[in-house]
């Protein structure tokens, strides 16, 4: 097969703080979650590449959730229990999809929080998977000057930021490859996961490249993000 998209919204979203889970929140009348799986379809990628066929769209959801399960069944796609971290979720999605017999060349893990993700970034993404990349990350320049301090917050100067990047979603996989760091890592955890391409760097010696993201394609995350959700959808562009 083509593209499998995972598409992790398991989260509670506690920096939000609304007391639901992050991905039913509201954004310009509709649920976070609906935005991301409308854009996943509208962009085709599952599909769109060479002669690979279609793969399937997995979400995971929190335990013991009827409502974002409702939001997925109503979009065609599968919905499976997500686990207490990030990592925990998409290897539970990657078993689902492995004891469902999928076996696609190319896999997106994308966070559901992402929801205005524009297709040219998926497109960006899965064009560098289906051309021989293992991993593939969409990045942006860092923004602020970042400093390294110490324990006691006492500066240890400041790090060149024209060698930093902010590590966006969707990240793009080989299949094979993403099984196998998922397997070696066992449900380790590391601090340092914090990302799929983290357990490609840490259990593989396959290099992760990097492709340009989009500012659209920002994490809702805190408060004001919803703030900037809301004028990216009321722009027409996006
Ligand atoms: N996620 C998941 N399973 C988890 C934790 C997170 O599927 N156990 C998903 C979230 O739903 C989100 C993405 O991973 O789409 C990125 O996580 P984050 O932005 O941290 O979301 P939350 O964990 O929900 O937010 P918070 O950390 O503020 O609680
Ligand atoms: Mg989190």
């Not at 499998?4 to 991905?23: F, H, Q, Y």
């Not at 509201?26 to 991301?36: A, Q, T």
């Not at 240890?156 to 099984?179: E, H, I, K, N």
């Given at each position: 097969g083509g593209f499998a998209v995972v598409v992790v919204a398991?989260?509670?979203?506690t920096r939000l703080g609304r007391g639901i889970p992050k991905a039913l929140v509201d954004v310009s009348g509709k649920s976070i979650l609906e935005h991301s799986l409308e854009r996943i379809e509208a962009s085709g990628v599952t599909a769109a590449h060479g002669t690979w066929p279609a793969g399937p769209v997995v979400v995971t959801v929190p335990p013991g959730d009827t409502e974002l399960t409702a939001v997925a069944t109503r979009h065609g796609v599968r919905a499976v229990e997500g686990g207490a971290t990030r990592a925990a979720s998409v290897r539970h999605a990657l078993e689902q999809l492995r004891s469902a017999g999928c076996s696609p060349r190319g896999v997106l893990v994308h966070d559901a929080a992402r929801c205005l993700t524009p297709a040219a970034v998926f497109h960006r993404v899965a064009a560098a998977v289906a051309a021989g990349q293992g991993a593939v990350v969409p990045v942006l320049p860092v923004v602020d000057t970042i400093r390294r301090v110490d324990e006691e917050g006492s500066s240890q100067g400041t790090v060149d930021r024209g060698l930093l990047r902010a590590v966006q979603t969707p990240q793009g996989f080989s299949w094979d490859l993403l099984l196998e760091v998922n397997d070696a890592a066992a449900g380790e955890r590391d601090e340092r996961i914090t990302d799929d391409a983290s357990l490609v760097e840490l259990f593989s010696e396959v290099p992760v490249r990097t492709v340009p993201g989009d500012e659209a394609a920002l994490k809702v995350t805190r408060p004001m993000d919803l703030l900037l959700a809301e004028a990216i959808l009321a722009t027409a562009r996006t």
């Amino acid at each position: 097969g083509g593209f499998a998209v995972v598409v992790v919204a398991a989260g509670s979203g506690t920096r939000l703080g609304r007391g639901i889970p992050k991905a039913l929140v509201d954004v310009s009348g509709k649920s976070i979650l609906e935005h991301s799986l409308e854009r996943i379809e509208a962009s085709g990628v599952t599909a769109a590449h060479g002669t690979w066929p279609a793969g399937p769209v997995v979400v995971t959801v929190p335990p013991g959730d009827t409502e974002l399960t409702a939001v997925a069944t109503r979009h065609g796609v599968r919905a499976v229990e997500g686990g207490a971290t990030r990592a925990a979720s998409v290897r539970h999605a990657l078993e689902q999809l492995r004891s469902a017999g999928c076996s696609p060349r190319g896999v997106l893990v994308h966070d559901a929080a992402r929801c205005l993700t524009p297709a040219a970034v998926f497109h960006r993404v899965a064009a560098a998977v289906a051309a021989g990349q293992g991993a593939v990350v969409p990045v942006l320049p860092v923004v602020d000057t970042i400093r390294r301090v110490d324990e006691e917050g006492s500066s240890q100067g400041t790090v060149d930021r024209g060698l930093l990047r902010a590590v966006q979603t969707p990240q793009g996989f080989s299949w094979d490859l993403l099984l196998e760091v998922n397997d070696a890592a066992a449900g380790e955890r590391d601090e340092r996961i914090t990302d799929d391409a983290s357990l490609v760097e840490l259990f593989s010696e396959v290099p992760v490249r990097t492709v340009p993201g989009d500012e659209a394609a920002l994490k809702v995350t805190r408060p004001m993000d919803l703030l900037l959700a809301e004028a990216i959808l009321a722009t027409a562009r996006t």
